[in-house]
């Protein structure tokens, strides 16, 4: 299928406190834990993001589909609670995506996708056009919302469309599992990345992107291609960065885990809503020790995400914030 394109737009004035799209999927989490219990949780990785970003004080606003369902509406009432924008939410009868996540000895979570014919698939071109009036000032996309068709093929062109001004994040957060065309996924994940000013991802993400046989190779080609900054995360092991200014190794703070479920999304949205919080942008990816700082703090965020069950994002306060 050809990519979709949307027409470049120039620069727009912005206020202090910039706009941040998050696009992607918004979905249900069904976390079984080890005695079988199941609940469910609102969840979807830049859902999850987005509400990290709400959160932390940012001027965040969802875009992707949600359904009339039960569920549908347990994911908008959520994002409301939050301070997340939903004018950009798509509306739909089709049943909400449903994921299993499975829990084990570690807190870890293992995943099982129930996609077809549901939510998220199906954010088409005119959807995405919506997220450019006005023109955000930050755009934050990944996951599953880059793996499947339309919804892939249209944030691709809504990362192509923002101007040059626009701070663009991509978590790969890859879903091997979940990704139906592992060579029109990397075709079209190496057009997305060619244009991000920060690419956060653990070492699974960038081995199955397989841009070079090692994370540290892949971050430095991406450095090399134009990308800002590159984060490579490591569970309980410390994060890494790279930038032009050189390498960042961030420890990740002990604390007792629940489960993971979106530790990698508060990371990133975390990272983004201190990132812009601190007046920054492409030109201070450059700089180690802003990045460092910025690192450290999306790596508290993250640990304390894991330190309760399902994706619940630290607050403002609880990150020690006025």
């Given at each position: ?19 941040i ?27 999850n ?61 293992h995943y ?21 009036d ?16 339309p ?32 060579a ?51 569970g309980?092991?410390?994060?890494r ?15 007792e ?6 530790a ?16 920054l ?11 460092e ?17 399902g ?12």
């Amino acid at each position: 299928m050809a990519a979709a394109s949307l027409p470049a737009l120039e620069h727009e004035p912005r206020t202090a406190r910039r706009r941040i799209v998050v696009g992607g999927e918004a979905l249900i989490d069904l976390i079984i834990d080890q005695a079988g219990r199941v609940t469910p949780a609102a969840g979807g990785g830049q859902y999850n993001a987005a509400r990290a970003i709400a959160r932390l004080g940012g001027d965040v606003h969802f875009l992707g589909r949600m359904s009339d369902d039960w569920f549908g509406r347990l994911l908008l009432s959520r994002l409301e609670e939050d301070g997340v924008g939903t004018g950009l939410v798509v509306p739909t009868t089709d049943p909400t995506t449903l994921v299993l996540a499975e829990i084990d000895t570690r807190g870890v979570a293992h995943y099982h996708w129930y996609i077809d014919r549901t939510t998220v698939p199906g954010l088409q071109l005119e959807d995405a056009r919506r997220a450019l009036d006005p023109v955000p000032g930050a755009l934050h996309v990944g996951t599953l919302g880059l793996t499947m068709e339309p919804v892939a093929d249209s944030l691709a062109a809504l990362v192509a469309a923002v101007p040059r001004d626009t701070f663009v994040m991509v978590d790969p957060n890859c879903r091997p599992t979940a990704t139906p065309d592992l060579a029109v996924y990397r075709t079209r994940m190496a057009r997305v990345l060619d244009r991000a000013d920060i690419v956060k991802g653990s070492d699974e993400d960038f081995a199955f992107l397989g841009l070079a046989d090692t994370p540290e190779a892949s971050a430095r080609l991406l450095l090399e291609r134009g990308v800002g900054a590159v984060i490579v995360t490591h569970g309980a092991e410390p994060a890494r960065a790279w930038c032009a200014g050189g390498e960042v190794l961030v420890p990740v703070p002990r604390v007792e885990v629940v489960d993971t479920v979106g530790a990698g999304d508060a990371f990133g949205g975390a990272f983004l809503a201190h990132w812009l919080e601190q007046g920054l942008g492409r030109t201070e990816l450059g700089d180690r020790a802003r990045l460092e700082e910025a690192v450290s703090f999306a790596a508290r965020a993250a640990a304390f995400n894991c330190t309760r069950a399902g994706a619940e994002p630290p607050t403002r306060a609880e990150m020690g914030l006025a």
